[in-house]
């Protein structure tokens, strides 16, 4: 089979498209044929050693595909089954080995591509809204790279459940896209102050959450928007890592809360996993949940892919392309 590996930390030009033996599924393993396979932000951070993983490996965390086989143990899917996962290393991949524990079924009516862009993404969005801080009627937020992957999703989500979102991006074509997916209001942070801006359309009230998944450029300012005992979900890095932080500016700053949250905690256990998975791949089934798949590119060109999701060029979702029809 042919998988996207790495056997050195660097820029996109360590990605090696190559031919590896395909695996055999061990006790409690699925196999999985791949069918699509999603891109997401940790991918760069792995690839650049940012996230500490073992060398050489596959890269990718998230795909949809058929099983294949089973080992010994399984009863959660049998070969055949239409699946979907996130979490578990080396999606760019022809075929993959998954713990059977973290396959999801994907619903009729919700293709691969759709499942393999909903999953660690929509599932991100999910467990944000939901549970680190659940929004509710009346609670305003604000939703940092708004047109991105997760960003869109969330937007959406953030609407659904009745709170006021604030988005923030960096182009006019981003916040037209932000504004489609629900934004109340759209603030072009490169162009503009958001600290600024957010006092001026709460009048001066602030905010009880920011989901900040950029990190270093808006941490700082990210805390002054919040209004007493508001919440800091930081849940991303893409400007790079923040800095070493006093607690008590927290406490300066209005007895605010810090959350550094990942998916991975948010869906521990299979009964969490299915309902986060289960939620967001039926709300793409019916409708409700838009997902924009930015672009679909083979295999072969994940180095292209990498190049376009650092570089800020892309808007919703990057997606693999097996070549395998399910
Ligand atoms: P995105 O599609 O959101 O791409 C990243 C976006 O970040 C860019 O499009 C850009 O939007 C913005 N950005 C701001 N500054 C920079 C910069 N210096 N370099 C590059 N991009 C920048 O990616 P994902 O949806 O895959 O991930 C979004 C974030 O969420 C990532 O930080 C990721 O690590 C995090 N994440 C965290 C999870 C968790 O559980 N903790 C799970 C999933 C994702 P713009 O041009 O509008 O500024």
Redesign the pocket.
């Known amino acids: 089979m042919y998988a996207v590996r790495i056997h050195q930390h660097g820029g996109p030009e360590v990605l090696r498209y190559e031919e590896v033996p395909t695996p055999t599924p061990g006790e409690g393993q699925a196999l999985v044929r791949l069918v699509a396979c999603g891109v997401?932000?940790?991918d760069i951070?792995q690839r650049k050693g940012l996230y500490r993983i073992d060398l050489p490996t596959a890269l990718g965390q998230e795909g949809a595909g058929v099983v294949e086989a089973v080992g010994p143990g399984v009863t959660e899917v049998k070969p055949g089954d239409r699946v979907a996962y996130s979490n578990v290393l080396g999606s760019y991949a022809e075929y993959v080995l998954v713990p059977a524990q973290r396959l999801v079924p994907i619903p009729d009516g919700v293709t691969y591509q759709q499942a393999a862009a909903a999953m660690?993404?929509g599932m991100?969005a999910h467990y944000l809204v939901t549970t680190t801080y659940p929004l509710k009627p009346g609670d305003a937020c604000l939703v940092h790279?708004a047109?991105?992957?997760?960003?869109l999703l969330l937007v959406q989500m953030a609407k659904r459940r009745g709170a006021l979102v604030v988005g923030t991006?960096?182009?006019e074509e981003?916040a037209r896209l932000a504004r489609e997916a629900g934004a109340d209001h759209v603030v072009l942070y490169t162009q503009q102050d958001f600290e600024a801006e957010v006092l001026r359309i709460t009048e001066g009230r602030k905010l009880q959450v920011v989901y900040d998944?950029?990190g270093k450029?808006t941490f700082e300012k990210s805390l002054n928007c919040l209004a007493l005992r508001g919440m800091l979900v930081l849940?991303?890095?893409?400007?790079g890592p923040v800095p070493p932080f006093d607690p008590q500016v927290l406490a300066q700053k209005g007895s605010l809360f810090l959350t550094r949250?990942?998916?991975w905690h948010y869906t521990a256990t299979r009964e969490e996993l299915l309902w986060r998975a289960g939620e967001v791949l039926g709300w793409i089934r019916t409708g409700e949940l838009k997902l924009r798949i930015d672009r679909a590119l083979p295999l072969s060109q994940a180095a292209d892919a990498h190049r376009a999701?650092?570089g800020?060029e892309?808007t919703g979702k990057v997606l693999l392309l097996t070549g395998f029809e399910g």
Not at 235 to 239: D, L, P, V, W
Request: charged share 10%; net charge neutral.
């Open positions: 997401n932000f940790i951070y660690l993404q991100t790279a047109a991105g992957g997760v960003g991006v960096s182009t981003k998944s950029v450029d849940y991303g890095q893409s400007s949250p990942v998916l999701l650092e800020r892309t």
